[in-house]
């Protein structure tokens, strides 16, 4: 009598450990948020004790801010760098070490405002306005763009795993990396340009809706494109 032995299915296996890697570098990405949303509730307590509203009137006047503020871009760089080394050691490819970078850097992102709103019920508006980043200069804008980002890159990052599991990996080449860099440089232009005017009464007519829109809407549109090629 002949015997037959059933296969393993790899494809499914592959799947089931992509899933296990997602919820682990997810549960990684929260975890980090609160550290982020921890940091800025003590720096609020010291600098905004009467609340933390725009204009920021003495943003960056303050001579304990002056010293502090290097540390703070010191600290803003080594979250990047921890972000990095962890979708390193997560990924088996490059693919999948960019995709987890994407999976941390948008959990991190989102989480940031979910443990901001538990611990000081802060935002109280998806459309209030916050300090993002440090790193060359200051950017700003309000809590609706950085969000649409982050689920941006996460269905990035899920889509591209989805596929890598798949063994379909997504087909990227260099004038499509050069689109990406271009469009997330627009985005971060956006900020950069609220980011000079957050100590002015004005300071929401400073953050272009179009500029900032144009940068994510041609990331996507090229994302798109390169899933159409990948078929």
């Known amino acids: 009598m002949q015997m037959s032995e059933k296969l393993p299915d790899t494809s499914c296996e592959l799947l089931k450990t ?15 948020a609160y550290f982020e949303a921890a940091v800025v ?25 002056k010293q502090l503020r290097l540390t703070e871009v010191g600290r803003e760089a080594a979250s990047m760098v921890l972000i990095s ?31 901001l709103k538990v611990l000081i019920n802060w935002p109280t508006s998806i459309m209030d306005w916050d300090i993002l980043f440090l790193i060359p200069v200051t950017w700003a804008g309000p809590v609706l763009a950085p969000v649409l980002i982050s689920f ?4 990035f990052a899920v889509i591209i795993l989805y596929r890598d599991s798949c063994a379909i990996p997504l087909k990227v080449i260099l004038v499509d990396w050069l689109g990406f860099i271009l ?14 005017h957050i100590t002015k009464p004005d300071f929401q007519s400073h953050f272009y809706w179009p500029l900032f829109a144009a940068g994510l809407l041609s990331a996507i549109a090229i994302f798109l494109k390169c899933l159409l090629r990948s078929k």
């Open 18 to 32: 992509t899933l296990r890697r997602f919820l682990v570098v997810a549960i990684f990405g929260i975890a980090l």
């Open 41 to 65: 509730v003590y720096l609020r307590a010291i600098f905004h004790p009467d609340g933390f509203t725009f204009p920021l009137t003495s943003f960056g006047i303050s001579p304990l801010w």
């Open 85 to 115: 080394a962890a979708a390193w050691l997560f990924g088996r490819n490059l693919r999948q070490r960019f995709a987890y970078f994407l999976t941390i850097f948008a959990v991190w992102d989102i989480f940031y405002y979910i443990w």
């Open 152 to 155: 941006t890159l996460l269905a």
């Open 183 to 196: 469009a997330g440089l627009v985005v971060v232009v956006s900020f950069c340009i609220a980011g000079l």
